[in-house]
């Protein structure tokens, strides 16, 4: 059970946000990549390796959150 202390806590707000964006630009990248766009990029598809980068930092945030959950003290209200 999530406690209140913890419920507001920043890197599952940042494991949330780089998720979201890396699934979309994942599939931007599998699915609707032209010609034109890697003409741009130098044969380099831009927005897959962003994506893939952005939810390998996404597990690594989530592992941490999760392995060091955030403590409030006992005497805090």
Known sequence: MAT???LFDLRWIIVV???VYGVVLL???L???TDEDRLK???????L???VGMLVFTALMATWALAR???VPDGAK
């Open 4 to 6: 209140r202390g913890s």
């Open 41 to 47: 990029t130098g044969g380099f598809n831009v927005n």
């Open 69 to 71: 959950p955030l403590r």
């Open 27 to 29: 599939i931007l990248g």
């Open 17 to 19: 946000l780089f998720g």
């Open 31 to 33: 699915g609707f990549e």
């Open 49 to 51: 390796w962003v994506g």
